[in-house]
């Protein structure tokens, strides 16, 4: 039996160290908005580092791909999420949507709204990912197309959340105290 190649094995020390960050971020930081943005910044990064990881070597040949599947993200990502999150933001307050972006309604599947999947989004991107690059690294030996074509899946990535980190660091969340029952 062969030996997993090196970069595989850091990949996924790197997907355990983000499922658990992102996992006891839900249990230390008790404000969904604060949460979200650390989150999405972790996500973020953990795409930029496995991509570097696992496809160094293909990075100049990839960017004629990758530059174009970045550039598509960012355009629906902006127009998927943020401008229907602006509007949100605009109808409502900040101070209600920075309370209520996070909670999931019915309606809010049905109509694809941005927020409320992306807990759900990071996950399943983040394990897209890691099996894309099993399976180019792995099953196909590190071919160059493949790499190229799970770059380009990172790419797309990155660009569907680069519009939504600039809109959740740009907004000035206020920082309610949560009172207890005891405090009341």
Known sequence: MQQLP???TLVMALLTGFLCLAAGLKY????NFVRTRLV????FFFIVATLSISFWQYRIDSLPYTVPAALLGVLLG???GVRTEQQKLRARGIEHYVEHFAHVHLYDITAFNWWSVINFYTVMGGLLLINLVGLSTVIFGGDAQSAIRTSMVGA??????VPYLIHLWSIKAPHHAKRTTNEA
Do not use: D, K
């Open 6 to 8: 090196l970069s595989i």
């Open 156 to 161: 797309f990535l990155l660009g569907t959340i």
């Open 40 to 43: 999405m910044t972790a996500f």
């Open 78 to 80: 902006y127009l998927l």
């Open 28 to 31: 230390s930081i008790p404000n």
